[in-house]
């Protein structure tokens, strides 16, 4: 127990109480990826081992460990460290023949490390001896090649030498039988490791003995080797394989050294392969590729396209001048340089490619067929256009519209007595529907135009006129009304010719009849000469193809979603075709005509009603039939960029646009607008448009075809917009929260009321105009006091007059000095209402004391005058 710190180093706690039998202590293992390992190792008093160095002992009992290390040979002494310098320890205590448990720890760590230190090294040769072994074997076969090609060309010059050739060649056999002589590092470190075995047992005899060592941690001795490579320069490999210290490895016998994986031999048999190919491979030839390019293209994507480095790329833009990185945007003629320059082929695409092109899939002429004129009837609102349609049809449209007005084009088709087909379209005549009767002018053949007789040309009737004019299509005009007593059907001729329509009785090309959709008189004339009128044309399209239309009309529907009313210009529709109508896609579900019938199919100049669309399609646009969904979904996608692109690209600006923007104190009146059909939504939206003015204009927050959803209430209610209704209602749930957020809903099925309301609520929102009259203006002559601080002046009206409680303005020099009101108005001593012009009075002004001779005071009156538009 006379152990004390200063006479060795304590690697573990100091136990305490009397020593133990079974000694106790822990060794931590360390493992690959940061694991580790704490193991317990327990130490048996025995029998007592001597300290390395001295001379053998007796034979009392030692500790034995339960874990044994294999003893290390003896080594020659090993020279402190200069960093580790440790201090010459105290003499041994007297009971040093006895070995502590912290002495058993430190020589159990130093033989271990040891024994990791003899198997890396052992390790290492063997490595080295297989590789110097694999070299020597890939020069002796290297060898053998270059002898039996001199073997061959000498064979080949024999046959050219008969006389000397014989000799040449046993010689040349005997010089390859001879065997060669390697000798390899392996079998001279092999005789080197015999040398020193062989010289052990004379330097154990002959040499001193060691001094003893401490049992103190000692850096490891290094052994003396020839040509031993430095440890730093291993690679990475050789250290994984060395393996991590345990104590079972430490104490067993087999090789510590951790064997190569499946895997590394596959590698490192993989990259040997590829060296031997190597050598012999030739360069492939350049492959020229077609490399399409579109409008705009990455430097990286345009490499991969072309199977080349982006940075060899990047350095021919270099040259060019043009300074971009690889993952820069360049255009397509900068793209179709690079690819010429690098030999390879360029085919152009642009994303317009997938946009359908009707103008250029013309028909054959002997695959065209006659088909029915489509004839649109126009005019003036209230003139007779639905009456005249429900005679020729024999039906009554007219009893079921709001108003008596028609505020959709209505698609019909009428037999004759002749049993030809006529499709009719019926436009609106109100000022709103302009956009309806263009698109009704660009889809016909031939235009009706409806004219009152007791009436004459109104606005709607010219311009009507110049939609006709402008589509190119010709005009029978119809002189509606003849049976009233004030009509006057050569009025109307006079009156066209203002507009140079120039009918048929005054010489021109124009026909006209007369008739009355009311006594139902005329009516066999006008269907007479539109058949006529269309036999000149000689209207034809091909029916057995892929039907294309246009959208008439388009609404959604509560029951049904979206509808659309097409008109088919050429081919056939038919139920189950895929079809692209503008941004939207779809499959025909089912097809309804005019008489509220399911059919199958529609050919060339049919009116129908279409279900089965994604969406409601503007009226005007383009229905195309495609091949698959595949390619109507591609088709309506870029359309739908390129709307969100053209809805979202800023107008170019300018300093002017700029300063006027900020200049300006426009007021918006936001709303949202909901209707039965998707031309109505048009028709309202512009007609708004068109009403605002400088100082105030219309916001349409939304618009859209269908029934007043919750969505509409919300969007309302967060920017407390009125929600306006034509010819909808809301359901029961956007009801109940119209009421809860209290949005205005209005409803409306005539546009004249809604444009009216509309007005006012705008004219509502503006300041009531100021409107100042000058009534009188008077001159200070002279300055009195009155009272403590306030001055009264002495007045002479020099016009109009002065009244109690008027607004002034007093000038000096014809500067405004103040604006006051007349507080008190006193002629002599009394007090007077008002002064006319040529007296005198005094007045005291409220609110300022500047006041001097000479002076003039302006007095005046405001009116507020409500605002209109």
């Known amino acids: 127990m006379s152990d004390s710190k200063e006479d060795k180093p304590v690697l573990g706690r100091k136990p305490l109480g009397i020593k133990r039998t079974v000694e106790s202590g822990q060794v931590q293992q360390s493992f690959s990826h940061g694991r580790k390992n704490t193991v317990?190792?327990?130490v048996k008093r025995r029998r007592i081992i001597g300290k390395p160095g001295e001379g053998p002992a007796p034979t009392p009992p030692v500790e034995e460990p339960v874990a044994k290390a294999p003893e290390p040979a003896p080594r020659p002494p090993v020279a402190p460290s200069p960093r580790r310098a440790t201090p010459t320890p105290a003499p041994t205590p007297a009971r040093a023949d006895l070995m502590t448990r912290q002495e058993m720890q430190a020589k159990l760590l130093r033989e271990a490390e040891e024994a990791r230190m003899a198997a890396m090294e052992e390790a290492r040769r063997r490595e080295e001896a297989e590789r110097q072994a694999a070299?020597?074997?890939?020069?002796?076969?290297?060898?053998?090649?270059?002898?039996a090609e001199i073997e061959a060309e000498q064979a080949a010059e024999a046959k050219a030498q008969a006389p000397t050739a014989s000799e040449t060649a046993t010689e040349a056999k005997e010089a390859a039988q001879e065997p060669v002589q390697v000798e390899t590092p392996a079998a001279s470190e092999k005789a080197t490791a015999n040398k020193s075995a062989a010289a052990a047992p004379a330097a154990a005899t002959g040499a001193t003995v060691p001094p003893p060592r401490r049992f103190t941690p000692v850096t490891p001795a290094k052994r003396p080797e020839p040509a031993k490579p430095d440890r730093a320069k291993r690679s990475d490999q050789d250290r994984r394989q060395s393996g991590k210290l345990t104590v079972n490895r430490a104490l067993a016998d087999d090789d510590s050294a951790r064997a190569r994986s499946l895997a590394a031999l596959k590698r490192a048999r993989e990259k040997e392969r590829r060296s031997h190919m190597g050598g012999?491979?030739?360069?492939?030839?350049?492959?020229?590729?077609?490399?399409?390019?579109?409008?705009?293209?990455?430097?990286?994507?345009?490499a991969n396209r072309m199977a080349e480095k982006g940075a060899d790329l990047v350095k021919a833009l270099f040259k060019m001048g043009v300074m971009v990185t690889v993952n820069q945007t360049i255009d397509q003629d900068t793209a179709e340089l690079l690819v010429e320059e690098f030999g390879h082929r360029i085919q152009r695409v642009s994303d317009s490619d997938v946009e359908i092109d009707t103008e250029a899939d013309v028909d054959a002429p002997e695959t065209l067929k006659p088909r029915a004129p489509v004839v649109t009837i126009m005019g003036h609102v209230d003139h007779g256009k639905t009456s005249l349609l429900d005679a020729l049809r024999g039906t009554d449209v007219v009893a079921g519209e709001a108003g008596g007005i028609t505020q959709h084009i209505g698609a019909y088709q009428v037999k004759a007595k002749s049993g030809d087909i006529i499709t009719f379209l019926d436009t609106p005549g109100h000022e709103a529907f302009t956009e309806m009767r263009a698109r009704g002018a660009n889809v016909t053949d031939i235009v009706i135009l409806v004219v009152a007789a007791d009436d004459g040309l109104m606005p709607q009737t010219i311009e009507a006129i110049n939609h006709t004019k402008a589509a190119g299509v010709p005009?029978?005009?119809?002189?509606?009304?003849?049976?009233?007593?004030?009509?006057?059907?050569?009025?109307?001729?006079?009156?066209?010719?203002?507009?140079?329509?120039?009918?048929?009785?005054?010489?021109g090309e124009t026909q006209d009849v007369e008739v009355s959709a009311l006594k139902k008189t005329g009516l066999d004339d006008l269907i007479e000469k539109i058949l006529l009128q269309a036999e000149l044309m000689e209207l034809k399209a091909n029916p057995d193809r892929a039907a294309e239309g246009t959208v008439i009309e388009a609404q959604l529907d509560k029951g049904r979603g979206p509808v659309a009313t097409i008109l088919v210009r050429r081919g056939t529709l038919k139920v189950g075709d895929v079809f692209v109508v503008g941004e939207y896609s779809g499959k025909v579900r089912a097809m309804v005509n005019d008489?509220?019938?399911?059919?199958?199919?529609?050919?060339?100049?049919?009116?129908?009603?279409?279900?089965?669309?994604?969406?409601v399609p503007m009226a005007g646009d383009q229905l195309s039939v495609v091949e698959n969904e595949a390619r109507a979904r591609e088709v309506a996608t870029y359309r739908q960029e390129q709307a969100t692109k053209k809805r979202t690209t800023a107008a170019p600006t300018s300093f002017e646009n700029m300063f006027s923007a900020l200049s300006t104190t426009q007021i918006e009146y936001p709303i949202v607008v909901k209707a039965d059909a998707q031309g109505s939504v048009e028709a309202i939206v512009n007609s708004l448009n068109r009403i605002s003015t400088d100082e105030i204009k219309v916001r349409v927050l939304h618009s859209g075809a269908g029934a007043i959803t919750e969505s509409d209430v919300t969007l309302a209610a967060a920017s407390g917009a009125p929600l306006i209704g034509f010819n909808v209602r809301p359901n029961a749930k956007a009801r109940q929260l119209a009421e809860r957020d209290k949005v205005s809903l209005r409803y409306y099925d005539v546009i004249y009321d809604l444009l009216e309301e509309v007005k006012g609520e705008m004219a509502g929102q503006l300041?009531?105009?100021?409107?100042e009259t000058v009534v009188g203006r008077?001159?200070?002559?002279?300055?009195?006091?009155?009272g403590k601080k306030d001055k009264a002046a002495g007045l002479l009206v020099v016009d109009g007059l002065i009244r109690k409680g008027l607004n002034a303005r007093l000038t000096r020099d014809d500067v405004i000095v103040s604006k006051t009101v007349i507080a008190s108005l006193r002629r002599f001593k009394d007090d007077v209402a008002e002064v006319r012009a040529g007296l005198e009075c005094g007045a005291v002004l409220e609110d300022t004391n500047d006041i001097k001779p000479g002076d003039m005071l302006e007095l005046f009156e405001v009116e507020e005058r409500e605002r209109t538009l």
Do not use: W, Y
């Open 778 to 786: 008077a001159e200070v002559k002279e300055v009195f006091p009155a």
């Open 595 to 615: 008489k509220g019938k399911n059919v199958k199919e529609a050919g060339p100049s049919v009116p129908v009603e279409v279900l089965g669309l994604s969406g």
């Open 135 to 147: 070299s020597e074997e890939e020069r002796r076969r290297a060898e053998e090649n270059r002898k």
């Open 280 to 302: 012999i491979q030739q360069p492939r030839e350049k492959q020229s590729r077609d490399v399409v390019v579109p409008d705009a293209i990455t430097v990286q994507e345009l």
């Open 40 to 42: 317990v190792v327990e």
């Open 475 to 507: 005009m029978i005009v119809a002189i509606n009304k003849c049976d009233k007593p004030d009509a006057n059907p050569q009025k109307i001729r006079e009156r066209l010719l203002e507009h140079e329509v120039i009918v048929e009785d005054m010489g």
């Open 767 to 771: 300041a009531p105009e100021r409107i």
